[in-house]
C-alpha cells in the first residue's frame, strides 16, 4: 500500500489547471454502450474509478484507448450481452449504469450490487423503481441483481421519492430507446446528470430538462460523437479548502463558477477573496477564515462530497461550526482521524460541531475518497510531519493530487509501504 507524507505550514500560491469531473465521466463512460460506433471523450480525468470501468468494458469487448493523456477513444459495436468484470463492478458505484445502459441496449442485466465508497448504506430501490415502471422484472440474490425483459419495455413517468443522482442517470440510460415519452419527476439536478444528458443529446438522443423534471423522447438509435467534460467541482472546491487552512493565493484554471458558485458565497463569508474571469477562479485567504454552519443538500446547495473537507477547514476557521449531512447521514469516518490530530469535536447524530482546533500531525488511515481529501487538508495545515495510509481512496478522484499540491508550494509526497 503507498502513503502519503504531508509536511505542514506552508502557504499555497500559483496556478493549476482543474481536470474532467469524474462523476460525469463515468457515467458518460457507461452512455457509450448505447453508441454502437465511436465515441472520443475529453477532459477525462485519470483516477482509478475511471481506470477500472474502462476494464470493465474492455472485458466485455469493448474497445477502449486514451488517444492523448485526458482524451479516451471508446468504440462499444462488439461489446458481449453479458456482462464481465465482477470483481471491479463491486468495487465502484458508478458500476450501477451498466444496468440501465445494458437493460436499454440487451434487455437484460445480471450484475453483483454496485459498491461504493463505505460511508453508510447505498440502496438502489429508486433505480429498480425506475426499471420496474418501464416494465423490467429486478431481482436481487445473494448480493446480485438480475434485470429481465420478457416484452419490450414501455416509456412511462417515475416520480423518484429521494432525489439520487445514479437512481436519475439510470432511469435515462434505459429510456433512450423507448417508443414515446419517459418523464422522469424530482430528478436529481447535479452539474454530472446535466453533463451525461449533453452527451446523450450529442449522439442524437431527446432529453429535456425543465427544473427537476426530465422528458426522454425515445429514439431509434444514437451515433458517434465527440464529447468534452464539465470541469469537476469537487476538486475545485476541495483545493479552496486547502487554501483556507494554509492561507495564500491560487488561481483554479478550467473551472464552471456556475457549478461552484453556492459554496463560493459561503467562502467569501469567510474572508475568502474570489474573483473569477472565464473558465478562471481566483481565490486568495490572508488571515485566519471565519467559522461556518452548513447542512448538506442536492445540487444546487451544498453538496455532499465537500462535508469531509469542509469539516478540517473549520478545525483552523476563528469559530468553527456545524455540518449537517442530510444526504450521507453515516459520513463521519473521517472524525476520528481528525481527532487523532488534535480536533475539538461533538458527533450529534448526522451533525457534527466543530470548535477552534490546535491541530498537530499524526499518523492516519483514509477511509474513502472524500475523507481522504479531507485528511490531506488538514495535514497541510498541521504542525509538523503526517502520514497518512489508504492512499488508493485518494486516487479514485484527485489526479495527480501530489503534483497539484506540490506545484502550489505544498510539501506532499507518496512513499511506498516498506
Ligand atoms: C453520486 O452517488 C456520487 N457518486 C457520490 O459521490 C455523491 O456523494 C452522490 O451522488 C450525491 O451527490 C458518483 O456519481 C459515482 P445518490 P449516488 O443516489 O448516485 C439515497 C464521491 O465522493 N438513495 O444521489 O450513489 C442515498 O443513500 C461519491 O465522488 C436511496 O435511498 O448518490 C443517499 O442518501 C461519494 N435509494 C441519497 O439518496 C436509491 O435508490 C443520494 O444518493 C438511491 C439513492
Known sequence: MQKLLVQGGYRLNGEINIGGMKNSALPVIYATILVKDECILENIPRVSDIDNSIEILRQMGAYCEFIDTHTLLINTKNLSSEINGFELISKMRASSYLMGTMLARFGKAYLPMPGGCNFGKRPIEQHIKGFEHLGAKCIEDNGFINITTNKKLKSNKITLDKISVGATINIVLASIFLDGLTIIENSAMEPHVDDTIRFLNMCGAKILRCKSRIYIEGVKALHSSRYRIFPDMIES???????????????????????????????KKMNFNIDTYEDEVRARVNEQVEGANIITAPYPLFPTDLHPQFASLLCFSSTGGTIRDDVFPTRFAYAKELEKMGANIERIENSIKIYPSKIHSATLDATDLRAGAALVACALGAQGESIINNVNYIVRGYEDIVGKVTSLGGKIKIIKET
Open 237 to 267: 472546491l476541495t483545493y479552496m479548502t486547502f487554501l483556507g487552512i494554509c492561507g495564500g493565493d491560487i488561481t483554479l484554471v478550467g473551472v464552471k463558477y456556475e457549478h461552484i458558485k453556492y459554496v463560493c458565497d459561503i467562502f
